[in-house]
């Protein structure tokens, strides 16, 4: 602990609190929905306005369920459970964030992590304008202080030194130091935080400290069964059924070969991609080499085989 986060507990302990209020509240647990009820659940800034309008998801995204996915989120959120997404590129993960937050109907912040983000990227920074010197909340305490679901999309890209910034967030604590600003948040009320990452990217350096890990709950997500897959990739696509279920032929022979020859296999997005190109009236074998197999390998033997399983079924 710094000598300013010491200081400020020190106030706080003064004023005859040393933790923040949520922390100390009876309940079981002190950040169950109940707690809302001490503050707005949409916070309100000094003109009026809603910070968070610009996040607010106004129409439904398509999710199909596979599993009990949505059950178990709406019960972590009840009781404001940080939650881990686990998976591989493209399969969903994000969109299931996005749908989640617009069935609970609270703002969703994103934050696509990478290895030069910074601390200060996520809590905020002071700005020099025409007026002087201002501070400027990053998305991190911007969701923390008015009550957003907080959504760090590939957070094993950022440096350790960075995630560590989210470890009061996610303990009983719900707290958020600015330790630039002298300033100590306490998480909204409705504050979740969201993570995700593919662990087939994982490595001993790319990997989360068990530290924080063990905040978290967590959902695995992989690519659906076929027949699932198939419903997803039509609708998102516009293309008829049997195109979609070709489509996931190709990629479920394409991920057979992760690990031999190919980083990884044909995400459903992709499956996506090739659809919406096939039903904009482009050749189905031009739309597939296009979307599925020029992006996922150079290699010119890996290449003539996945176009020969595209040629398999167009």
């Given at each position: 602990m710094n000598t300013l986060t010491r200081r400020l507990y020190a106030a706080r302990a003064q004023q005859g609190s040393a933790l923040p209020a949520p922390a100390r509240a009876a309940a079981?647990?002190?950040?169950?929905?109940?707690?809302?009820?001490?503050?707005?659940?949409?916070?309100v800034a000094a003109d009026g306005s809603d910070p968070l309008a610009a996040y607010r998801i106004a129409r439904e995204p398509y999710w199909r369920a596979v599993a009990d996915e949505v059950a178990l989120y709406e019960a972590a959120y009840a009781v404001r459970m940080p939650?881990?997404?686990?998976?591989?590129?493209?399969?969903?993960?994000?969109?299931?964030?996005?749908?989640?937050?617009?069935?609970?109907?609270?703002?969703?912040?994103?934050?696509?992590?990478?290895e030069d983000m910074t601390a200060s990227d996520l809590v905020g920074r002071f700005l020099l304008d025409a007026n002087g010197t201002r501070w400027q909340d990053g998305p991190l305490a911007l969701a923390a202080r008015h009550g957003a679901i907080c959504y760090?999309?590939?957070?094993?890209?950022?440096?350790q030194d960075t995630t560590v910034v989210i470890h009061p967030l996610t303990d009983k604590r719900r707290m958020l130091p600015l330790e630039k600003k002298g300033e100590v948040i306490?998480?909204?009320?409705?504050?979740?935080?969201?993570?995700?990452?593919?662990?087939?990217?994982?490595?001993?350096?790319?990997?989360?400290?068990?530290?924080?890990?063990?905040?978290?709950?967590?959902?695995?997500?992989?690519?659906?069964?076929?027949?699932?897959?198939?419903?997803?990739?039509?609708?998102?696509?516009?293309?008829?059924?049997?195109?979609?279920?070709?489509?996931?032929?190709?990629?479920?022979?394409?991920?057979?070969?992760?690990?031999?020859?190919?980083?990884?296999?044909?995400?459903?997005?992709?499956?996506?991609?090739?659809?919406?190109?096939?039903?904009?009236?482009?050749?189905?074998?031009?739309?597939?080499?296009?979307a599925l197999v020029r992006p996922i390998t150079d290699d010119a033997d890996m290449r003539d085989a996945l176009d020969a399983a595209v040629t398999t079924y167009f």
């Open positions: 079981p647990n002190p950040t169950a929905p109940a707690a809302a009820s001490a503050r707005p659940a949409a916070s939650m881990m997404l686990k998976g591989p590129t493209g399969c969903g993960k994000t969109r299931f964030v996005e749908y989640m937050a617009w069935k609970l109907g609270k703002p969703l912040i994103t934050v696509a992590c990478h760090l999309d590939e957070v094993v890209e950022a440096r306490e998480a909204h009320p409705d504050f979740q935080l969201v993570i995700s990452f593919n662990p087939g990217y994982q490595s001993l350096m790319k990997d989360l400290k068990q530290s924080t890990k063990q905040r978290f709950g967590a959902l695995d997500f992989d690519y659906p069964e076929h027949e699932v897959e198939a419903e997803i990739v039509a609708h998102e696509s516009g293309v008829d059924r049997d195109t979609a279920s070709k489509l996931v032929h190709i990629a479920e022979r394409a991920r057979n070969l992760k690990g031999h020859g190919l980083d990884e296999g044909i995400s459903t997005r992709m499956l996506i991609h090739a659809g919406s190109l096939i039903a904009q009236g482009v050749p189905a074998l031009s739309a597939c080499r296009m």
